[in-house]
């Protein structure tokens, strides 16, 4: 009897070890979904700018619409409309080298930035990367940084407590990392393509490679001035990939799919997209804005033409 109560009591304690273990795992699963996801999701619809749409694609996007000159406005506003911040998109082509800037300016003074250098010789390639998110509007304040000819990837962020970290790691990166380059890719695929898939670096807060699965939705009608068009809509699913991308429907905290809706043709242009920005953050919608002109001034300039 004491021998056989010793090993059940030492099989109990097996059990509950197991248990325990399992519980931690379980919980260190969804802590790194639900960051992975948001952050994904940050990197992925902040880039805001162009598109248009025959099998899915995992390889460097060749160039059809070569990047340029650009200035255009922003504006990021919850989802009952109401503008939290104003936005820059700047980008500047020498040769076949390109820097795509996109900054919002938060009405408490909290700031993003987003920077994007890429080549466009025969294939668009990403040089570097750089994300900033810092602010009350952001839950943590974050500043990842990627470097693709040496691998290197750096994340400076600040946890729960307020104390400030630093992740680095070097990774291989593939040749058709997309980070900061969705809305350029999409916009040079060719129509009718269902699906491309694009490897991203995201910050978990430990740097991780994961794939952005893009579906085409079809059409969806806007208007402008009173005169009908026609958008695409596409759907921007994340696909986690590992242990965690097999754990993260079961525990409930796969990352949510983001919206993307872009004018096709000849010359695609973003025109509005529905994400959260930061890790549990609330949806944001970031729409292409015109500027507005004070009344008084504009009275005075009619008045003027009305005399002459």
């Given at each position: 009897m004491p021998i056989t109560l010793t090993r059940s009591v030492q099989q109990i304690t097996q059990t509950a070890t197991v248990i325990s273990a399992s519980k931690h795992c379980a919980?260190?699963?969804?802590?790194?979904?639900?960051?992975?996801?948001?952050r994904l999701l940050s990197i992925l619809l902040i880039s805001s700018c162009v598109l248009s749409g025959a099998a899915a694609s995992a390889s460097p996007v060749p160039v059809?619409?070569?990047?340029?000159?650009?200035?255009?406005?922003?504006?990021?506003?919850?989802?009952?409309g109401v503008p939290i911040a104003a936005g820059d998109l700047t980008q500047i082509a020498h040769g076949d080298q390109v820097?795509?800037?996109?900054?919002?300016r938060f009405k408490d003074g909290s700031r993003q930035e987003e920077t994007?250098?890429?080549?466009?010789?025969?294939?668009?390639?990403?040089?570097?990367?750089?994300?900033?998110?810092?602010?009350?509007?952001?839950?943590?304040a974050s500043d990842l940084s990627v470097t693709c000819a040496t691998g290197q990837v750096t994340v400076r962020y600040t946890d729960d407590d307020g104390k400030e970290k630093v992740a680095s790691q070097h990774l291989t990166l593939p040749p058709d990392l997309g980070n900061g380059l969705i809305p350029t890719l999409l916009a040079n695929i060719r129509a009718?393509?269902?699906?491309?898939?694009?490897?991203?670096v995201v910050a978990t807060p430990k740097p991780r490679l994961v794939k952005i699965v893009m579906n085409a939705q079809?059409?969806?009608?806007?208007?402008?001035?009173?005169f009908s068009r026609q958008a695409m809509h596409y759907?921007?699913?994340?696909?986690?990939?590992?242990?965690?991308?097999?754990?993260?429907?079961?525990?409930?905290?796969?990352?949510?799919?983001?919206?993307?809706?872009?004018?096709?043709?000849?010359?695609?242009?973003f025109l509005k997209s529905e994400a959260p920005s930061y890790?549990?953050?609330?949806?944001?919608?970031?729409?292409?804005?015109?500027?507005?002109?004070?009344?008084?001034?504009?009275?005075?300039?009619n008045a003027d033409a009305t005399k002459h």
């Open positions: 919980i260190a699963w969804r802590r790194e979904v639900t960051v992975l996801g948001s059809r619409y070569r990047a340029g000159l650009i200035h255009g406005f922003l504006v990021l506003s919850t989802m009952e820097t795509t800037q996109i900054s919002f994007t250098v890429f080549s466009q010789r025969g294939n668009f390639h990403l040089i570097s990367y750089h994300m900033v998110q810092k602010g009350p509007s952001f839950k943590n009718g393509t269902p699906q491309i898939e694009i490897p991203m079809g059409t969806e009608p806007f208007s402008v001035a009173g759907v921007a699913k994340v696909d986690i990939g590992g242990v965690a991308g097999v754990v993260a429907p079961i525990v409930g905290k796969q990352p949510p799919d983001s919206q993307i809706w872009i004018l096709g043709g000849e010359a695609p242009v890790v549990g953050g609330p949806l944001w919608r970031t729409e292409l804005v015109a500027p507005s002109w004070p009344q008084a001034a504009s009275d005075s300039k």
